[in-house]
């Protein structure tokens, strides 16, 4: 039976020698949140399952009131987090599953994604592997798209610096990624090329080391594009890239 506690908090379960709630027991908060497990010296302790009054619902384990240790965190809007929590953030290692079908598994740090860990984008199969800072992709990594790889560093969730694509035909082409607004020929190139920029983000311009240059030009269907070279078995190929301006 529910016996009303100081706060306004109803409570039923064991009690230690004090009065306070130890053991098993389950209580109603006043703001309509409910838990129901383990208690040590009046303080959520141990295995329980806590329920919000919007939806939310954690099961896993509790120290001193707080998400710490293993758990499951089941989100309002259909997405889950499964793993190590440090006082009532996501912290060490976890799979969090995105609402759009996405998933993250890897190290957090303070309830970010910081550390290494493997981005799957569910829509298009591709995959990132490597590192993240702060919930950012950064550091050294792999883009691993359906039939080719991109290795190299990214700062801020963009490429930089010098990388290589890998394709499954048995292809590396090697080269270096560099912000558009450092690149000044392909600027006069381009008219109105920072329209491709998403969120007033630079612009990443990938340049092939086996040519001096990349050749840019606009596609009939207004789509810009470029032609970059690579080697297949001794043969000089050539690839084309294209990219939708933004509307």
């Given at each position: 039976?529910?016996?009303?506690?100081?706060?306004g908090?109803?409570?039923?379960?064991?009690?230690?020698?004090?009065?306070?709630?130890?053991?098993?027991?389950r209580?109603?908060?006043?703001?309509?949140?409910?838990?129901?497990?383990?208690?040590?010296?009046?303080?959520?302790?141990?295995?329980?399952?806590?329920?919000?009054?919007?939806?939310?619902?954690?099961?896993?384990?509790?120290?001193?009131?707080?998400?710490?240790?293993?758990?499951?965190?089941?989100?309002?809007?259909?997405?889950?987090?499964?793993?190590?929590?440090?006082?009532?953030?996501?912290?060490?290692?976890?799979?969090?599953?995105?609402?759009?079908?996405?998933?993250?598994?890897?190290?957090?740090?303070?309830?970010y994604?910081?550390?290494?860990?493997?981005?799957?984008?569910?829509?298009t199969?591709?995959?990132?592997?490597?590192?993240?800072?702060?919930?950012?992709?950064?550091?050294?990594?792999?883009?691993?798209?359906?039939?080719?790889?991109?290795?190299?560093?990214?700062?801020?969730?963009?490429?930089?610096?010098?990388?290589?694509?890998?394709?499954?035909?048995?292809?590396?082409?090697?080269?270096?990624?560099?912000?558009?607004?450092?690149?000044?020929?392909?600027?006069?190139?381009?008219?109105?090329?920072?329209?491709?920029?998403?969120?007033?983000?630079?612009?990443?311009?990938?340049?092939a080391?086996?040519?001096?240059?990349?050749?840019?030009?606009?596609?009939?269907?207004?789509?810009?594009?470029?032609?970059?070279?690579?080697?297949?078995?001794?043969?000089?190929?050539?690839?084309?890239?294209?990219a939708?301006?933004?509307?």
């Open positions: 039976r529910y016996q009303v506690g100081s706060g908090l109803e409570y039923e379960g064991d009690r230690n020698a004090a009065g306070e709630r130890h053991g098993h027991g209580a109603r908060l006043p703001n309509g949140d409910t838990y129901e497990g383990e208690y040590a010296n009046g303080l959520r302790n141990g295995l329980g399952t806590y329920r919000f009054k919007n939806g939310a619902r954690y099961i896993g384990e509790f120290f001193e009131n707080k998400k710490h240790g293993q758990g499951i965190f089941m989100y309002p809007d259909g997405s889950k987090y499964e793993g190590e929590w440090v006082a009532d953030q996501r912290h060490g290692n976890g799979v969090y599953y995105y609402m759009n079908g996405d998933t993250y598994t890897g190290e957090w740090l303070s309830h994604r910081h550390g290494q860990g493997t981005y799957l984008y569910a829509e199969g591709s995959k990132y592997v490597g590192g993240w800072v702060n919930g950012q992709q950064e550091g050294a990594a792999e883009l691993i798209h359906l039939n080719h790889r991109y290795q190299g560093k990214f700062v801020n969730g963009n490429p930089i610096g010098v990388g290589k694509y890998v394709f499954d035909i048995g292809c590396e082409q090697h080269g270096e990624y560099t912000h558009l607004d450092q690149v000044n020929n392909i600027i006069q190139t381009i008219p109105n090329v920072r329209k491709l920029s998403k969120s007033g983000q630079p612009i990443q311009v990938w340049s080391s086996l040519i001096t240059g990349t050749v840019y030009f606009k596609s009939p269907t207004a789509l810009v594009c470029a032609f970059v070279s690579c080697r297949v078995n001794k043969n000089l190929a050539w690839l084309l890239y294209c939708s301006p933004a509307t």
